[in-house]
């Protein structure tokens, strides 16, 4: 059975450590993001709690175990447990990081950047193709955060995602809070990034708050993406600057820490349906008086 | 010739996975081929996450055993870093990489407090045992049953009754004594529980690791109401 989805659906990403929670207040949102890989490591109980969930509300899928980034061949078993997920779920899109996370003997369980070169951006377009053949419904590569840099990289952020998007047809799942920080701790203008990016390439966008990290060996605090407080308010000023020009299907509140924080995220949900509201207005506004002056 | 980015991936994570960078002992030099160019300051920084990350998830299934480490704690975590680089996301298995490694150092030097081995092989256990869904069971009567011992519960041989430490009850030293403990997810719960086993309960539970018919076990006196007892603890599975 299809559930109508608001348009953009607003939720948060399902967590089996609140998941009781979550069940008794789904009235509060649109849709549950859902972390495939929860459903595929995380042991039975937590799996059938989430596969419970089908059919009382409408869900999206998102991965963090696929590292496609490593310069390895796709894990084709993965992809199909995936896959069969997918199935279960019914979502209308699958998402994973443009990242890495292992390599073969090593895997750090945290994502990594890639270098941002034209090489290696052929080969993640090689291997977009196949996640697409493999998955029934629409792939969106995620932007990370990051804390180094390759120092090979010859391509912009925005540049890097664009050519793999727009040669693979993959959408953006465009988290903000990562483009915040990135910006911050790198220096660029987030504004830049958003006006590169070509319209209606968002087709998801995730929010979170993380904290500012002090460390002796720093020489200036850095943003880290730790999912555990409120939204920035600066963070939102850039969704609104994505709605404006990009009509996400859902945006989804991330919170992996602090969890039983539930006033924060429920608050949060409400500080995100109030920008959309307010974006939805001044569009409407907008088109009114371009409807009247024709 | 450039080195192939696989090759470099991989120098990056032996990096970020050391004690030279998690600790910041070689930042200054590291011995990983093929890292020129990085700032090595962000990849520190990066290792410190990462290693903060994993610890997380290794002290969630240790809760108790980290609250006794006391004062090796800080030396034993540097040594496993050393000894035991991340190679799996998972949480359990960062889990097994821990215990296998505390057990080992534990077999060369006697833990302190010498209960510790214990506490840290119940604590992977129920660890182990978390996340598993229970089946629901027919209800263990007349004489057509056929009994099992239940194949996920751990029995596990202790040194110290180290119940009370689960149970929060006391700050005293656990006593020093053998005993057998089962550890399981009893029916209709989601938690693991501890029991202890006495001998000839495990002696029996040992005799029932194939289904086998209740006609089979005879008739000793109070038999029944300890099958039922066991059903009802988790420890035997039932079938028609």
Known sequence: MKIARPFPAVGIGYRSAIGGWTRENLAHFDTLEITVDHCISSGESVASEIFDLVGQIPMTAHGVGLSIGTDVPLDLAYLDKVASIVERLQPPAYSEHLAFTRAPGRDLANLLPLPRTEEIAEAIIAKVRIVQSHIPVPFLLENISYLFEWPDSAMTDVEFLNLICGKTGAGLLLDVENLYLNAHNHGFDPHAFLDDLPAGIVKEVHVAGGITVHKDFLARPVLADSHSHPVPDGALDLLDRVLVRHRPDAIVLERDDRLREFDEILADIRRIRARVDVVKRENDHASALVAASD | ?240
């Open chain 2, 1 to 240: 010739m450039p080195a192939r980015l696989l090759q470099r991936q991989t120098s990056l994570l032996e990096y970020l996975t050391s004690a030279d960078a998690i600790f910041g002992d070689g930042i200054d030099a590291p011995s990983v081929p093929h890292l020129q160019g990085f700032d090595l300051v962000p990849l520190r920084l990066e290792a410190c996450f990462s290693h903060e990350k994993r610890m997380e998830k290794i002290i969630a299934a240790f809760p108790r055993t980290f609250e006794l480490l006391g004062g090796d704690k800080a030396t034993l975590v540097r040594d496993f870093v050393a000894a035991c680089p991340s190679v799996d996301i998972r949480r359990i298995e960062n889990a097994r990489q821990f215990y296998d490694f505390v057990c080992a150092r534990w077999e060369a030097t006697q833990p302190q407090p010498s209960y510790l081995r214990d506490v840290a092989s119940c604590e992977f256990a129920m660890a182990r045992l978390r996340g598993r869904v229970q089946p629901s069971q027919p209800v263990a009567s007349g004489r057509a049953m056929r009994f099992r011992r239940n194949r996920d519960a751990v029995f596990l041989p202790c040194a110290h009754d180290i119940r009370p430490i689960f149970e929060g009850a006391t700050s005293e030293a656990p006593a020093r004594r053998d005993l057998m403990l089962a550890i399981l997810i009893p029916p209709r719960t989601n938690e693991p529980a501890i029991f202890e086993v006495p001998a000839s309960v495990y002696a029996l539970l040992v005799e029932l690791d194939n289904w086998t018919g209740r006609a089979t076990l005879g008739a000793m006196e109070g038999l029944d109401e300890l099958i039922s007892d066991l059903v009802g603890h988790g420890l035997l599975e039932v079938s028609r």
